[in-house]
């Protein structure tokens, strides 16, 4: 059996440690939970994992007497990385989050196993898929009809010990908004403003009651969006 080059494998460690790398920075610029670094060695190691099933046992096989499967490894990546991504969802009040984080890994860790099996036009074409379901997919998700049912969210940023919280709460029911949740984050500094992510439910526009929310004196800013993107997962 030829013996294999491990130089020639390399480029395969650093296509797969590229497109990762581009998958996380996205996540990690909108401050995900899992971020540039756990996306990186995820892919990267996908891609070792397959250069391992494929490349490592070249000085065991021989003709016709050991055969082995590389496709078994690949098969167990799959599995493996659903321990990860299980770590990350979790559900609270109904409302299950982390999964687009838990897919993302998910998928970094396919694009890193495609690099190391040399399947470099799907990894590449895998990352590029994973741009525009995030960048063109999502915004086109979110202009279709809102149902009362679906869980929108809100984050407010606003100055401590002004009873702004109520009057955002207030604001919120006046427009036949439920609040199901609320995550209140301060910080450190004395004085520094406080963010709450509230998850409403309700059949109005969210972009028009963050815009409301925005004229309450003493709020610095508002984000609207889905509770994945919100609450930070």
């Known amino acids: ?27 990690e610029m909108r401050q995900k939970s899992a971020g540039l670094r756990t996306y990186t060695l995820v892919g990267i190691g996908s891609a070792l994992f397959m250069l391992i099933s494929k490349y490592g046992f070249f000085d065991v096989l021989k003709e ?22 299980a770590g990350l969802i979790f559900v609270r009040r109904d409302s ?19 690099a190391g099996a040399s399947l470099p036009l799907l990894a590449i074409a895998t990352t590029f898929a994973y741009f ?21 969210a809100v984050r407010v940023e606003y100055d401590d010990g002004r009873g702004i919280l109520r009057k955002v709460l207030e604001a919120c029911t ?15 500094e004395p004085g520094a403003p406080v963010a709450v992510a509230l998850e409403v439910h309700g059949s109005g526009s969210v972009a028009t009651l963050a815009a409301d929310l925005g004229e309450i004196d003493g709020v610095h800013g508002v984000a609207a969006g889905d509770v994945n993107e919100i609450f930070d997962v």
């Open 174 to 188: 006046s427009r036949d908004f439920k609040v199901a949740d609320v995550n209140v984050e301060r910080g450190e």
């Open 96 to 114: 299950v989050r982390g999964l687009t984080t838990a897919a993302g890994i998910w998928l970094t860790a396919a694009v890193g196993a495609a």
């Open 1 to 27: 059996m030829q013996s294999v080059d491990e130089w020639d494998l390399v480029w395969r460690i650093g296509l797969a440690l590229a497109l990762s790398a581009s998958i996380g920075l996205d996540r």
């Open 64 to 85: 016709n007497e050991v055969v082995l499967d590389p496709s078994r490894v690949a098969a167990q990546i799959v599995s493996g990385i659903g321990f990860i991504g």
């Open 132 to 152: 525009a379901t995030v960048y063109i997919l999502a915004p086109l998700g979110r202009r279709l009809p809102a149902s009362p049912y679906a869980p929108s």
